[in-house]
């Protein structure tokens, strides 16, 4: 269930799309659920922002129900009988409350089966239950439950019960949509509330079970900003947690940001305040220094990223040493065993093996061959002020420090260009091409100049 407005987040974004752990909170509960059933069994129910929320999770290959009107979770199946009536079981998942497993959907699914119950709630003991709905057992230790009763309904000897209801359900399919339009709207919002069905069974003599989580907080929501960034640290602990149990070293783990798909091999090494963001893949062997931002990027194994890198959508080859503070942009391809340095930009390039660019150079639309030597200060100049254009610079190339190369040009193998040149035409393999002024001095001129401006001044 996708449709809500999440008011309390004071937000003009729809709830589920707010991000934790580097995406969308209705996308973790999607990706449950597809470990769970197929996703062509999967059906989101939307409401508010409709068309936003299909956008942002439509690669998933899951099924949409429009909730028109938003008048409540017992509405929201209402709106989805026609997709969802032909099935055995529903199991109704909150599309706020990230942190479920898909373990814990199976084994609520299997319960309901082997009770063969009608409907079957998930609970969870809170030691602050306060605002959920309390779980009313049929006897002390009986898996039949007799009520759910709302926070501002309970008396004083029900508020003491801990165990609450989580939103999370299983139902026969056939009775759901029998019974569920003896849901009423006579409550103080005028809605229809699914965990009303449990007294419409009882009163149909139907069977309603409990199964209660070992992990409370597996099945909490993001109902404020607080308690979203509650799940969202909960989340990349848990993440660390398991990078750490597959063998990489993560120093200070609470001072990370690595989100729910990042991929690390073994023995590489994270140090602190490092954040690895979106789908980024890190290979084995490799060492990411403090204060590094890498986002939706693949690394090989034993990689270099010194402090203070920036890297977004950019792929780096096996050995390749990064930094400090190189800033590689989208596009950017590092080959085996290259170096990118200190204050280097690159967008839209490719570096070749062994390539070095270690100091001060922007390397933008480019193609760079195995074996260059990038000087310090190097610039492409790639952009006319109306059209990108590529540099080429082949195989074995020497470009000398401070040189400024016009796009487009190509710059062959073996070819040397002298520092502080500006290279606007092609220069030929092996060849050495100068592109600055002939240095001409004029002696004494500063000692003349200096006496000039005290005359002037007395």
């Given at each position: ?70 008048r409540g979770t017992g509405h929201a199946l209402m709106a989805a009988r026609e997709a ?375």
């Open positions: 269930m996708a449709a809500g407005k999440g008011t309390r987040l004071k937000s003009k974004h729809p709830k589920v799309l707010h991000e934790i752990g580097g995406k969308p909170i209705l996308a973790h509960v999607i990706a449950t659920a597809v470990k769970v059933v197929p996703a062509q069994n999967v059906f989101v129910i939307v409401g508010h922002e409709a068309e936003r929320v299909r956008e942002a999770v439509r690669a998933t290959g899951v099924n949409f129900v429009l909730q028109a009107e938003q969802l009536s032909g099935y055995d079981q529903v199991l109704v998942l909150s599309g706020d409350a990230p942190l479920i497993t898909a373990e814990t959907v199976r084994k609520l699914s299997d319960f309901h089966r082997g009770q063969k119950a009608t409907m079957t709630l998930l609970s969870a003991d809170l030691d602050n239950p306060y605002g959920y709905g309390r779980v009313i057992r049929k006897g002390a230790r009986g898996v039949e439950v007799q009520a759910i009763v709302e926070e501002k309904s309970a008396n004083r000897r029900q508020k003491r019960i801990h165990e609450i209801n989580s939103g999370f359900y299983a139902f026969d399919g056939h009775a759901l949509y029998e019974y569920i339009d003896r849901l009423s709207t006579a409550n103080p919002h005028g809605e229809y509330y699914l965990t009303d069905m449990a007294a419409v069974f009882q009163r149909a003599r139907k069977k309603v079970v409990a199964i209660k989580t070992a992990d409370a907080g597996e099945i909490l929501g993001s109902n404020t900003r607080a308690e979203m960034m509650m799940l969202d640290a909960r989340l990349r602990l848990a993440k660390c947690r398991e990078l750490l149990d597959a063998g990489v070293t993560i120093f200070y783990p609470h001072t990370c940001v690595i989100d729910s798909d990042v991929e690390v091999g073994a023995d590489t090494v994270i140090e602190p305040f490092v954040q690895l963001l979106g789908s980024t893949k890190v290979g084995a062997d490799c060492r990411i220094r403090s204060y590094s931002v890498i986002g939706n990027s693949v690394l090989g194994n034993g990689v270099t990223v010194r402090p203070g890198t920036i890297m977004e959508d950019s792929r780096i080859g096996a050995g390749a040493v990064l930094g400090p503070y190189s800033h590689l942009r989208p596009g950017s391809e590092v080959g085996e065993g290259a170096h990118v340095g200190n204050f280097v930009e690159t967008k839209k390039i490719k570096l070749g093996k062994g390539s070095k660019a270690n100091h001060l150079s922007y390397l933008g639309d480019a193609e760079i061959g195995e074996g260059v030597n990038i000087g310090a200060g190097t610039i492409t100049c790639n952009y006319d002020g109306v059209n990108k254009h590529k540099t080429v610079i082949e195989d074995g190339v020497f470009i000398g420090s401070d040189s400024t190369l016009v796009a487009p040009v190509k710059i062959g193998r073996g070819a040397y260009v002298a520092a502080a040149s500006c290279i606007t035409d092609d220069v030929p393999a092996d060849a050495l091409a100068f592109g600055r002024a002939r240095q001409s001095v004029k002696e004494g001129w500063a000692r003349a100049k200096r006496e000039a401006q005290k005359e002037k001044h007395r």
